[in-house]
């Protein structure tokens, strides 16, 4: 077709096309190409709806009691032909509903999977009077929670091998967990995981002290700066976020906004921050340096969430640890274009069966 287009415009110049002839070429090249992405989307859209959603919702889900009156909500995978289990431990302002497409594709390779969301995240208890802050008290909350997820609801299971998956803020929570309890695992992969926070123009260390000073004003369930409320049609923009390259998989992560208002959440209290910075800063400096988990690092080269170098610093520290990064990647791997998407999992499942 490009050829045919080409050598019309070689004609000579006393040579006229009639309008609506190039613009009816045009319009067929044009409906051409678009009618071949909508079968592949189209095929997405099948499998999604017809194959992904109905595991995900047909799983056993649960509820975690934690003190003060937090409630865990969970899901539980169990692959009667399981040759592991893997333990998915989510991001910031995320839900195991987000990764359905990735735990039937980890389920479908033999493992079975639990996921629980985060407090104050997901569809378990918020933390403040604001159901869109992301706020916590101090990160070892998470890690505690995850430790009492593990020994009350995983072991329970009697799992032939236990293995963990972590994506960004989740990374920090086993990171901490595994090095607190490293036999608890197998081995680990992590997504982009929040060893160092990008805090944009403002330096770390000035953004930690300047939250420090917040919360002794009082203002720790005060949003941080630059941080608010959005709504959904803000949040749904695709050409202003920096978290992946696949439209459709966007378009499924904003549908459990819109299907469920909960999920959406605008930004981080001063505590939260504060915390969070303050565990990084322990990690980086020594926190890896009894780590024996055999570990695997994915690493988004167009991240702008996390610092990349925070992982180098990590991973230097431990006896087992690699860090594989993907060309052309922003920071929510597993839910990127074919491109990154597809070689992420196979690395994954690669080494998780290693060990």
Request: hydrophobic share 35%; aromatic share 14%.
């Amino acid at each position: 077709m490009k050829s045919f287009i080409t050598s019309l415009l070689l004609f000579p110049q006393p040579f006229t096309i009639p309008l609506h002839f190039l613009l009816g070429i045009l319009s067929i090249c044009f409906h051409s190409s678009y009618a071949s992405e909508e079968i592949f989307d189209q095929s997405f859209e099948e499998h999604f709806e017809n194959t992904v959603l109905p595991f995900y919702w047909s799983a056993p889900s649960g509820t975690l009691h934690r003190p003060n009156q937090v409630d865990l909500h969970y899901k539980t995978f169990d692959n009667p032909l399981s040759k592991g289990t893997i333990v998915f431990v989510t991001g910031w302002t995320e839900t195991h509903l987000k990764y359905a497409e990735l735990i039937w594709e980890f389920y479908q390779n033999g493992y079975s999977i639990y996921s629980i969301d985060n407090r104050g995240m997901g569809f378990s208890t918020r933390l403040t009077s604001n159901p869109q802050q992301v706020h916590v008290e101090n990160v070892q909350d998470y890690v505690d929670d995850l430790k009492e997820f593990v020994d009350k609801v995983v072991r329970p299971a009697n799992p032939i091998k236990l293995y963990f998956v972590a994506h960004s803020m989740g990374g920090l929570i086993t990171a901490e967990y595994l090095a607190r309890f490293p036999d608890d695992a197998q081995a680990a992969v992590f997504s982009a995981p929040l060893f160092e926070l990008n805090t944009g123009s403002l330096p770390e260390y000035l953004a930690y002290q300047i939250t420090k000073t917040e919360i002794k004003r009082g203002k720790g369930k005060h949003y941080a700066m630059t941080q608010g409320d959005t709504t959904y049609e803000k949040a749904s923009d695709f050409s202003t976020q920096k978290t992946t390259h696949s439209l459709k998989r966007w378009k499924k992560k904003i549908a459990n906004w819109k299907h469920f208002p909960i999920l959406l959440q605008g930004g981080s209290t001063n505590q939260w921050v504060n915390s969070v910075l303050k565990h990084t800063f322990l990690l980086l400096e020594k926190g890896w340096k009894t780590m024996k988990t055999p570990t695997l690092i994915l690493q988004a080269s167009h991240d702008t969430y996390v610092i990349n170098r925070g992982h180098q610093r990590v991973c230097s520290q431990a006896q087992h640890c690699q860090i594989k990064q993907y060309p052309n990647s922003y920071h929510e791997l597993f839910l990127e274009h074919e491109p990154v998407r597809s070689p992420a999992i196979t690395d994954t499942l690669q080494f998780l069966e290693h060990y």
